[in-house]
């Protein structure tokens, strides 16, 4: 088992290299916030909620898909980590359902507990919930052309 060394908030800490940045995070007891990840689930890092900044990299990176190396340096905390996660969640909110207080998963909520913990309190992207019919399809296959609608830019 090969070892790295890197930084996280300012620790040090060696890894194994085949970690991930938030499973090395998580062993200085630091736990980075997320909806998509689950250690027994294929990585997707599609939620990008637990983004983190790693020095040289230009662009936030997921941290439960981004494996560790020799020499990183990582951040998960700072402010402008912290508005972007607000930023990300609110575009997801804004595809989600209104009905917080009236549904099953209410105060028992992955989302509503990441929101609240980030300080969203309300909406600033408002719009209608996109609904797409079930079966319409978007691939333009020849099968199935004129099912669905029509593909704009």
């Known amino acids: 088992m090969e070892k790295v060394h890197m930084v996280i908030n300012d620790t040090p800490l060696e890894v194994d290299s085949r970690s991930t940045i938030m499973e090395a995070a998580e062993q200085l007891g630091i736990k980075i916030p997320r909806l998509c990840y689950h250690p027994h689930l294929s990585i997707e890092g599609a939620c990008r909620i637990c983004i983190v900044e790693v020095d040289g990299n230009k662009n936030y990176l997921p941290s439960c898909a981004t494996k560790v190396r020799e020499g990183m340096v990582v951040a998960t905390n700072s402010p402008e980590i912290r508005q972007a996660r607000r930023d ?66």
Do not use: M
């Open 88 to 153: 990300l969640l609110e575009l997801i909110l804004d595809n989600h359902p209104r009905e917080c207080q009236t549904c099953e998963r209410d105060a028992n909520c992955e989302l509503q507990n990441l929101a609240y913990s980030l300080g969203v309190r309300e909406r600033l992207f408002e719009g209608r919930r996109k609904q797409h019919p079930i079966g319409s399809c978007a691939t333009g296959s020849p099968s199935r052309r004129g099912s669905g609608p029509p593909l704009r830019r």
